[in-house]
């Protein structure tokens, strides 16, 4: 299984990121995502699963959820926009998976055999960070994340 990970689009749908999440069996978003046509574009390629970041202030970021748990691929994954703001014990939850955004910087990393994904921005440009998306992969029930820079005009 694929998963898009993508998170802090502000609004902007880039042709890059369609591009880059094209194929993908389900596509997480991690919040800052700017209004409703941000997610009727991404769920144009696939069912969409996304929470509120602390931008998403209008009275259509509020019927947002704050978090998420999602089960994909026999893969449990905890999305908070925030991660400073994980309200959960992931490993005392069984979460596989934590899914963050709002940093713009896009990591990959692991503890306490917990993965964690910060896809970055696909949104507009902050500072000098890139602008990027992610791809979790799930075989044989172990998720592995894959960060991809886009090449913007």
């Not at 009727?40 to 390629?45: H, I």
Request: proline share 6%; net charge negative.
């Amino acid at each position: 299984m694929r998963v898009g990970l993508i998170s802090d689009t502000h609004g902007l749908v880039r042709p890059e990121a369609l591009a880059a999440l094209r194929g993908v069996d389900h596509i997480l978003h991690a919040g800052d995502i700017g209004g409703a046509g941000v997610l009727e574009a991404l769920s144009s390629l696939a069912p969409v699963t996304a929470i509120r970041g602390n931008n998403d202030n209008d009275a259509w970021g509020r019927a947002v959820p704050d978090t998420e748990m999602v089960e994909l691929g026999g893969t449990w994954v905890y999305l908070v926009h925030d991660l400073g703001d994980l309200d959960i014990d992931p490993v005392a939850a069984g979460v596989d998976v934590v899914m963050s955004g709002h940093s713009h910087k896009p990591a990959v990393f692991e503890e306490d055999g917990v993965l964690y994904v910060n896809p970055g921005s696909a949104g507009p440009r902050r500072f000098s960070l890139p602008i990027s998306v992610g791809t979790l992969i799930i075989e044989g029930g172990r998720p592995r994340a894959e960060l991809t820079t886009l090449e913007t005009r």
